[in-house]
T-cell receptor
Framework: EDQVTQSPEALRLQEGESSSLNCSYT??????LFWYRQDPGKGPEFLFT???AGEEKEKERLKATLTKKESFLHITAPKPEDSATYLC????????????FGQGTRLTINP | NAGVTQTPKFRILKIGQSMTLQCAQD?????MYWYRQDPGMGLKLIYY???????DKGEVPNGYNVSRSTTEDFPLRLELAAPSQTSVYFC?????????????FGPGTRLTVL
């Protein structure tokens, strides 16, 4: 069974304090791993797609990396506006982009 | 472009009532999806569509029905609402591709069944 597990469930940091979020997955053939950001009361917003082990992508203070079993979302010198829930998802199956989501990591950045 | 729009934003149903959640997109995407998100959980796929007239079940389809008569619209029907269907429902769309195009999400519909 395809499964995605994110850790920690919640993380509280001080502004400027760098850290990493983890996404572990077990799927029968990874076709893509996605990171989304979700603000309270809103729909998820796309951040990154990673396809193969060793791949990295960056956007402002965020960097996503991928290995054969897990992905990390590194947050460097975060600001309060980076506070959100970060969701990881893996693409399964052929054709339509069916995603299996993890439960998310709720990140709070204190000023 | 309005992107993906959903109506209503909030709804309270009594057990056994029925309703339709509306979803529309103006990006000419072929693929559309319905998810539900329970508190503290990730999203679970209910149904998806690869084009007008074509729909298929996702991970949690029981108690729901969908139709796709146009490229733009993908309504989700709840028959005989149950408390277990209390959740936030998100509609999404994406380009036709076998690999990696982002899904664009709507703002969600918060449904409570009492």
């Amino acid at each position: 069974e395809d499964q995605v597990t994110q850790s920690p469930e919640a993380l509280r940091l001080q502004e400027g304090e760098s850290s990493s979020l983890n996404c572990s997955y077990t799927v029968s053939g990874l076709r893509g791993l996605f990171w989304y950001r979700q603000d309270p009361g809103k729909g998820p917003e796309f951040l990154f797609t990673l396809y193969s082990a060793g791949e990295e992508k960056e956007k402002e203070r965020l960097k996503a990396t991928l290995t054969k079993k897990e992905s990390f979302l590194h947050i460097t010198a975060p600001k309060p506006e980076d506070s959100a829930t970060y969701l990881c998802a893996v693409q399964v199956g052929q054709g339509a982009q069916k995603l299996v989501f993890g439960q998310g990591t709720r990140l709070t950045i204190n000023p | 472009n309005a992107g993906v729009t959903q109506t209503p934003k909030f709804r309270i149903l009594k057990i056994g009532q029925s309703m339709t959640l509306q979803c529309a997109q103006d990006m000419n995407h072929n693929y559309m999806y319905w998810y539900r998100q329970d508190p503290g959980m990730g999203l679970k796929l209910i149904y998806y569509s690869v084009g007008a007239g074509i729909t298929d079940k996702g991970e949690v389809p029981n108690g729901y029905n969908v139709s796709r008569s146009t490229t733009e619209d993908f309504p989700l029907r709840l028959e005989l609402a149950a408390p277990s269907q209390t959740s936030v429902y998100f509609c999404a769309s994406s380009y036709s591709t076998s690999r990696g195009n982002e899904q664009f999400f709507g703002p969600g519909t918060r449904l409570t069944v009492l």
